[in-house]
């Protein structure tokens, strides 16, 4: 039998009487918050190489409200990436922990106000009592490119010792990096490993490296079938 709770039948909530009034709590699906376009950039490529490098096995959310408590709406996260060892299901509008758990993974690109201690603290705050087992958070606002984790030890998050700009993901068995990608001098990226570097590529990398294939393929093509007009060129000058 599950262990998860199930709300009870319309029909059956219908028939039942109350104490008091039932109150409805609303968990908002979205809100009106600034964003830069740098910032929606970024999130949006780590989103789209996470979703399809990780395929349907799990679950990859972006920029959602991730709630923690029953009680409080007020009680809420929105991860720049989320992810959940554990298939998506119906499209999510909004997370619950208590219907969904807690996701396994966040990662947070740091915007000029997460980058100020007050508002960081409590964003970080939120994340220990949610419950992930790994928190990843990337600076590139400033001129030394930062990336720190986080990960969950005896019940507390735990910052791990990063050097340099790449950290395995303990998680999820793939590296964090930080490079360049299109037209972005640096992001967060996801490599399979780091010596050598070997990154997941983006959708416009597989298509120019696919784009490249095809053009050497031709040209080996074509630098075939002129050898052979030269070595059949040859053969009937013998023949004279």
């Not at 009680?71 to 720049?80: E, F, K, T």
């Not at 922990?97 to 960081?120: F, L, Q, T």
């Not at 399979?192 to 053009?215: F, K, M, N, S, Y």
């Amino acid at each position: 039998m599950s262990s998860q709770s199930h709300p009870a039948a319309p029909l059956a909530q219908e028939r039942a009487k109350y104490v008091e009034p039932v109150k409805s709590l609303h968990f908002p699906a979205s809100a009106q918050v600034p964003e830069t376009q740098l910032h929606l950039d970024l999130r949006t490529l780590l989103y789209q190489l996470l979703s399809n490098y990780l395929g349907h096995g799990y679950t990859v959310g972006s920029d959602q409200f991730v709630y923690l408590d029953a009680s409080d709406p007020g009680r809420c996260v929105a991860p720049d990436v989320y992810i959940k060892q554990a298939p998506r299901g119906e499209p999510i509008k909004t997370w619950k922990v208590w219907e969904r758990g807690a996701p396994d993974v966040a990662v947070e690109v740091i915007s000029d106000k997460d980058s100020k201690p007050g508002p960081w603290g409590e964003k970080f705050a939120t994340y220990q009592a949610l419950g992930v087992q790994e928190l990843d958070a990337v600076d590139l606002l400033t001129p030394e490119p930062k990336l720190r984790v986080w990960n969950r030890i005896d019940e507390v998050l735990t910052e791990r010792l990063v050097q340099g700009t790449c950290a395995e993901s303990l998680v999820l068995g793939l590296h964090w990096v930080i490079a360049p990608v299109d037209s972005l001098p640096r992001a967060l990226r996801i490599a399979t490993q780091v010596e050598p570097l070997v990154l997941v590529p983006t959708e416009l990398e597989r298509a120019q490296a696919e784009a490249e294939r095809a053009q050497a393929e031709a040209e080996r093509a074509d630098q075939l079938e002129a050898r052979v007009r030269q070595l059949e060129a040859q053969l009937k000058q013998k023949d004279f």
